[in-house]
């Protein structure tokens, strides 16, 4: 149980294009979704967090209207990534946090993560 | 304010050898504490956690990690070294409630024959 996806597990794009990555809680409510970014040999830096309806919460330095997230129902969030450049080429991983169900309380489960590379 | 620091980032050990990986934190509030376990090109599967239960935490694949409130620290061990175990670690330090998790810097294991 408390199983999170990701897709797509990699993704190659040109500069100047935009790319939406998914999340999906498959067997649990996430009230609350977390986005995060991971360097190469680095550790997970949060980049926001989301609840269900309503606008996510930017942590500090993270561009709002370049790093879109909407989270429209208890078991999907998504991340768009508007004209990517090659510095935004990261792996991306979200999380999900649960109150009930399935999931541990107070657990973030994780996804397997989302490779972006932009040439 | 929290904070959590892997004393480590490398640790190498030999099969059937047991594992410490060492973390301390700080934090203003009674913590949540994780490790967290990240194969290559995996996600981040959970391995324990601490919320104020028990201070000896089990977890799965034969890990355990130790509360220690008077030495802020929250130790991972094995007492057996497996090479599927070669994966890197995070110490993960959150505020009772789950919410914003503060990782440690990760600690790889190498397991060596």
């Known amino acids: 149980g408390a199983v999170v996806s990701q897709h797509p597990s990699r993704v190659i794009c040109k500069s100047g294009t935009s790319v939406k990555i998914e999340c999906r809680s498959l067997?649990?409510?996430?009230?609350?979704m977390f986005w995060y970014r991971q360097f190469p040999k680095q550790s997970l830096m949060l980049m926001a967090t989301?609840?269900?309806?309503?606008?996510?919460?930017?942590e500090q330095g993270v561009e709002k209207d370049k790093f879109l997230i909407n989270h429209a129902s208890l078991t999907l969030s998504t991340l768009t990534v508007t004209s990517a450049h090659p510095e935004d080429s990261s792996f991306y991983i979200c999380?999900?946090?649960?109150?009930?169900?399935?999931?541990?309380?107070?657990?973030?489960?994780f996804g397997p993560g989302t490779r972006l590379t932009v040439l | 304010a929290q904070s959590v620091t892997q004393l480590d980032s490398h640790v190498s050990v030999s099969e059937g050898t047991p594992v410490l990986l060492r973390c301390n934190y700080s934090?203003?509030?009674?913590?949540?504490l994780f490790w967290y376990v990240q194969h290559p090109n995996k996600g981040l599967q959970l391995l324990l956690k601490?919320?104020?239960?028990?201070?000896l935490v089990k977890g799965i694949n034969g890990f355990e990690a130790e509360f220690k409130k008077s030495e802020t620290s929250f130790h991972l061990t094995k007492p057996s070294a497996h090479m599927s175990d070669a994966a890197e670690y995070f110490c993960?330090?959150?505020?009772?409630?789950?919410?914003?998790?503060?990782f440690g810097t990760g600690t790889q294991l190498k397991v060596e024959l």
């Open positions: 601490y919320t104020s239960a028990a201070t």
């Open positions: 067997d649990f409510q996430a009230t609350t």
């Open positions: 934090s203003s509030y009674s913590p949540s």
């Open positions: 989301s609840n269900e309806g309503s606008k996510a919460t930017y």
């Open positions: 993960v330090v959150t505020k009772g409630g789950g919410n914003k998790l503060t």
């Open positions: 999380s999900a946090i649960s109150f009930s169900g399935l999931a541990l309380a107070d657990t973030q489960y």
